[in-house]
């Protein structure tokens, strides 16, 4: 079992940032993955980035590459979404997820488990 904990959701302006911060506990020693997805209004879930645990490979939606930044910290067994420029349409519901294998980690099948969800809310 892991254990996912989010943390930094908020409101903020267009043109604003915010930090998203998820921490695993349990089967970490399992971890090859973690990512964010979120879930606007009336959409589907939708994959945000990405970042394997064993090199330093990442990935991005198009619609978010430029902007957002996902970092890990293999000790802490954390990782951490920084937004910046958001603009309205990343208003979602984020969600923090947990892979045991490297592969397909773009696409939800990949994830184990996954965390609550933090509410991230632009403003025009």
């Known amino acids: 079992q892991v254990q996912l904990v989010e943390s930094g959701g908020g409101s903020v302006q267009a043109g604003g940032s915010l930090r998203l911060s998820c921490a695993a506990s349990g089967r970490t020693f399992d971890t090859d993955a973690m990512g964010w997805f979120r879930r606007a209004p009336g959409k589907e879930r939708a994959f945000v980035a990405a970042a394997k645990w064993s090199a330093d490979n990442t990935y991005y939606a198009d619609s978010v590459k430029g902007r957002f930044t996902i970092s890990r910290d293999n000790v802490k067994n954390t990782v951490v979404l920084q937004m910046n420029s958001l603009k309205p349409e990343d208003t979602a519901v984020y969600y923090c997820?947990?892979?045991?294998?490297?592969?397909?980690?773009?696409?939800?099948?990949?994830?184990?488990?996954w965390g609550q969800g933090t509410q991230v809310t632009v403003s025009s």
């Open positions: 997820a947990w892979a045991s294998s490297r592969w397909f980690i773009t696409q939800e099948r990949a994830y184990e488990y």
